[in-house]
Structures are given as C-alpha cells and as structure tokens.
C-alpha cells in the first residue's frame, strides 16, 4: 500500500514493514497528525496497483502510545473474541459457577419476602464482563507493553489495518524498537510511525522503509 499527501511523493507501507516518517518541519508534523486523525482527503491511501481505497477503513489510528487506553480500545473486543476462544470445559465450568451464585441470590431474595427474582439465562460475554477482565497495570502504563499489546491484539482479531503511532522514539532506544519491528515482521503488521527530527536519520534507520522531509519541505528518501 502507498499512504499518499500532497505534495510528496507516495509513501510506501507494506506487511511486515516499519514504515517511519520523520521530519524535521512541524508544520509538516502537525499536517500529517492532523490529516489521521480528521481522516482528512487532502491524505490518502491507494493499493500497490494505484487504485485508491478507504483510508479510515485501512489505518487505524493510535497516535502517541502514552495516550491510548489499552482497555478503552480493545476490551470489548477482546471479551467477544474470548467467547471462540474459550473451550466447553471451561464453559460448562462458568455456567455452574454461575448457578452456584443465582443459588445463593435466590435465598438472599427469598429472606427479604420481595418479588423479585434472579433471571437463569445464562449469557457468556456477560459472565466475561462480569469477571471484570482488563488489561494488567504494567500494560497501560509502559511505552513498549502499550505497542506491544496493540501489535499482538490487532494479530490476533486479524485486523489488517496500518496501524498509526506518534513519538515512539521517545521512548524507545533502538533496541527495544528492533524487539518490536521483529514481532511486527512475523506478524505481518504494516506499522506506520509519524516523528519529529531536526536531522535526517538514515544511516539509523537503514534497515526500515526510511522518509525524511526537512525543514524546507524536500523530501529524501532511498
């Protein structure tokens, strides 16, 4: 795929690749961010074959890492994938479970003498949420377990999309930032990353699909 924006030339993001932009205008910094975030058509994205496709539908969002809500974004949609996931065993051990506490309810209404009573229907994803599954302290908190997790979540529900971050250098050193092109590359994550540099950095980032637009707006690349 090729993220387009006028007036630069298209920048390239394919499966298993970091694709990294760095520039050294914030003007141009400021545009880019703005542009994803409003999903505005002055960007856009077209296949390998020149043909233009939805960006909103293709990218998705996540900007700086610090910022994003780990349980906010996926929760939900983790909870209904556990709903595949989870074998009848389990299963089967929940709805007893379940049973043991509508039990308990039930005589704790019947000593009130009120009419009311506690519904049998059974519902997994609600049992799910019930259980108040989130995403552990360390998870929400650290750069690279934030990265990390919306790398192997996005893996894992198959979702194809470019994912969009800001800043990563700001937390990373570059070994840490290796450990996660790596799993993206055996994901086949396409990884899409916007930063701020006053100096082209490609030598540094050799290994990686390399953009750099300075401050006068000329864009370098190989």
């Known amino acids: 795929m090729k993220i387009t924006m006028y007036p630069f030339k298209p920048f390239e993001v394919n499966n298993g690749q970091v694709t990294i932009i760095q520039t050294a205008s914030s003007k141009v910094y400021v545009n880019l961010v703005k542009l ?67 039990d308990v309810m039930t005589d704790v209404l019947f000593g009130m003498d009120l009419p009311i009573t506690v519904s049998k229907e059974w519902d997994l994803l609600k049992c799910l949420k019930f259980l108040g599954i989130q995403f552990t302290e ?12 919306i790398l192997k979540i996005s893996h894992d ?17 570059m070994e840490r930032f290796s450990e996660l092109a790596n799993l993206g590359k055996t994901f086949g994550s396409k990884i899409f990353l916007i930063d701020f540099s006053e100096t082209n950095q490609r030598d540094k980032f050799k290994d990686y699909c390399y953009y ?11």
């Open 36 to 102: 994803f975030k409003n999903e505005d058509d002055r960007i856009g994205l077209i296949t390998q074959n020149d043909e233009e496709v939805s960006l909103a539908a293709n990218t998705e969002w996540y900007g700086d890492p610090l910022m994003n809500d780990l349980d906010a974004l996926f929760k939900s949609k983790v909870q209904r994938k556990l709903t595949t996931w989870i074998d009848n065993n389990s299963r089967e051990d929940l709805i007893q479970l379940t049973n043991q506490m509508n």
């Open 138 to 149: 360390l998870a929400r908190n650290n750069p690279y377990d934030i990265i990390e997790a």
């Open 157 to 173: 529900l198959k979702d194809s999309q470019v994912i969009c971050l800001t800043n990563v250098f700001h937390y990373l050193d």
């Open 212 to 222: 750099f637009i300075d401050d006068d707006l000329v864009e370098w690349h190989d």
